[in-house]
C-alpha cells in the first residue's frame, strides 16, 4: 500500500512539470512500454512536453501500442539535451539503476527531479519520490490510479496502455499477481470499450516461425531437477541464429516449463549477444524466487525475478542449479 502523502507528492511532480522525460528498463515488457505510453498520453493531455527515451528499441509486438511513435531509443547525440532540459524524469516498472542501461547514468548526472513509479522490490532508491507498491499486479495499475486521481479519460490510446499492463504482467489473468485490483482495473477500461480482442491478437496471437522453432530447441534442452520439481533450459546465441530469431522473440518463453505437471520453479538461461547470461525464474507461486535472483545481483517479484550473469553458460548454469536446488532444502 502506498501513503496518501506519497501518491500527494507523486501528483504534485506531475503537475509541476513542464518538460518530463519517461523511461523503463532495458527489455521492455508490456508493462514496462504499456505504463510508458499510458504516462505520456496523461502528460501531454495534461499540456505538458513530454519524451519517451529508452536504452533500446520497443519490441515489434508492442509497436501497435505506439500510434504517434512516441517512445526512442536514446542516442546520446539526439536525445541527451532532453535529458538536460527535462525537469522531471519518471522512471517506471524498475527501481534498479542497473537495468535502466544508459538512460539511466545521464539521467544520474541530471537537473531533473525524479519519479519511481514500480511494483518491483525496491533495488535502489532512486527517486524523490518512490511510488511503489509490491502488491500492484503491473506498474499500470498505479499509473492507472494516477490517470483517475487527475480526471484524465481512460479512452482511446490510454486505455489500451493500461490494459495492455494488467494484461501481460498477470500472463492474462493467471499469475500469482492477478488481484482483485487487477480485474477491477481490467473490468473498468472493459466498460470505457477499450479494445481487448485487438490488443489480446496483437500481442498472444503473433507467433512467428522463428518463436516456434526457438520453443521447439528449448522444449528439447529442457532439464529437470529435484525430482522434476525444477525445470530449466538454455537459448543460445547458435539456437536464436539457427530459427533465425531475435533476442526478444525469447520474451515469456520461460512460462513453457513452469506449465509442466508437478514443476514448481521454472528457469531459462539465455546467452546475451555479448556472450553473458540473462537467467528468468517463473515460480507457480509455492516458492519464493526473487531471492535466487538477489544473489546472483538480479531482483524482481517473488514468484517472477531474474538477474544477469556476469560469465559463460557452461560456468553460470551450474552454480545457479546448486543455489535452485537448495531452494528445496537439498
Ligand atoms: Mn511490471
Redesign the pocket.
Known sequence: MIEESVWQQALALLRASRQVVVTSHVNL?G??IG?ELALAELLSQMGKRVHVLNDGAVPPVYLFLDAYGRAERYQESLHHHLLEEADLAVIL?ISDWARLGEVGSVLRQCQAKRLCID??IVTDQLAEVMLVDETAS???ELVFELAKRLRVPLRGHLAAALYT?VLT?TGGFRFSNTSPQAHRMAAELLENGVPFLDIYEHIYEQNSPARLCLLAEAIKDLHFENGGRIAWFRVTQKMLRHCRASYWETENLAEMPRAIQGVEVAIMFTETPDGHVKMSLRSKGRVVVHHLASKFGGGGHPYAAGARLQGKMEQVVPQVLSEARALFGY
Open positions: 515488457d508493462d514496462a505504463s516498472d511494483h518491483h503491473c506498474t499500470g499492463c504482467d
